[in-house]
Each structure stands twice: as structure tokens, then as C-alpha cells.
């Protein structure tokens, strides 16, 4: 198969992303799918880096945030406070994201799995301002999508911050912005 065959044949395979239901809700009342977190949050990326203290590459943070849910595929979506099932979600995802990008030229392969690992171990400045990125878009989008006092998992305000509290080391401003979420979410009947 050419080279251009192998990536028709991922891009195809990518289509599956708008079928990963994910645990936020759309204004609409549905629940979100993964290419649409992943789209959000490559705009919030764009909007909010301002925010971040390093100077980035953000072609490859907008890449990350492109692809980082790709191992839900087959893998599904984990939802974040899911404790035992985030115990075995890398190793699934790991072997989703191999199964989607083999479609790809090898040397395209190899340089997504490159990223979605730098991804993973947050190691790089594009990636631990990714993650930020993929932490804000669910907790702003449920202050604003969800209805008044929906909680039917009885979330506390302290798990909430204690799951984002990796951003206060990265960014002042974004740990604000997510103090006043959580704030306002509180307010609304959201968490506990």
C-alpha cells in the first residue's frame, strides 16, 4: 500500500474518535465524544498560553492535545476519578493508540507514539502545559453544561482540587482560574 493509502486508512481509522463517549455532557444534553475534547482543547491551548510561564512549541502542544485520546479508540474513555480503573487505562490506551497509528507510514507511526508518550510522562514543557490543557476543558465545561446541583457522584471540592493540583506548580494564573471554578461550581450545587 502507498504512502498516501496508509494515512487515508488512518484518517479513516480516526473516526472512531466521535464514537469514545466521554463523562461531560454537551450543551445539548448528550455526552461529549473525544474528538470534540480533543478540539476544544487545541483552541484552549491557543487561547490560553499566555498563561504558561516557558515559551512553547505550540505545534506540538496542539499535536499532543490532537492526539492524546487517541488509545481510548479501543480502550475507552476512563473517567479521571476512577481510581481502579485508571490502574490498567495506560497499558490499554498504549495498545489502542498502536493498533490506530500502524495504519500510518512507519516513520509517521513511530513519530506519534514518540509524541503521545512525551504526552504520558508529561516530561517536556509542551506536555505538562497540554495536560493543564486536558484538565481545564471537562472542569470548565461542566460549570458551564451542567444543570444545578448535578452531582450524582458526590464530588467534593477537595477531590476536585487535589486531581488538578499538579497546575499550581506550572502556572499561577491557571491555578486560579481552576480555584475559581471550583469555587463557582460549589456554588452552583456541583460539589460538595
Do not use: C
Not at 59 to 70: F, G, N, P, Q, R
Request: aromatic content about 8%; hydrophobic content about 35%.
Amino acid at each position: 500500500m502507498n504512502r498516501l493509502k496508509k494515512q487515508v486508512s488512518f484518517i479513516a481509522e480516526i473516526e472512531k474518535s466521535k464514537a469514545v463517549t466521554r463523562h461531560n455532557r454537551t450543551l445539548d444534553g448528550r455526552f461529549e465524544n473525544d474528538a470534540e475534547h480533543q478540539w476544544q482543547g487545541a483552541i484552549m491551548a491557543s487561547v490560553f498560553k499566555e498563561y504558561y510561564p516557558d515559551k512553547l512549541d505550540m505545534e506540538k502542544v496542539i499535536e499532543m492535545l490532537l492526539i492524546h485520546d487517541l488509545g481510548e479508540v479501543y480502550a475507552g474513555d476512563t473517567w479521571a476519578y476512577d481510581e481502579k480503573g485508571k490502574k490498567s487505562s495506560h497499558e490499554k490506551e498504549l495498545l489502542s493508540f498502536n493498533r490506530s497509528t500502524e495504519l500510518l507510514p512507519i516513520d509517521q507511526s513511530e513519530e506519534l507514539r514518540k509524541l503521545w508518550q512525551e504526552f504520558e510522562k508529561g516530561g517536556s514543557p509542551e506536555a505538562r502545559y497540554a495536560r493543564i490543557i486536558d484538565a481545564l476543558v471537562p472542569l470548565i465545561n461542566h460549570l458551564v453544561v451542567s444543570d444545578k446541583n448535578y452531582n450524582p457522584e458526590n464530588m467534593t471540592s477537595e477531590m476536585v482540587l487535589k486531581k488538578k493540583s499538579f497546575i499550581k506548580n506550572e502556572s499561577k494564573e491557571l491555578w486560579e482560574l481552576v480555584e475559581d471554578i471550583v469555587q463557582k461550581s460549589v456554588e452552583k450545587g456541583l460539589y460538595l
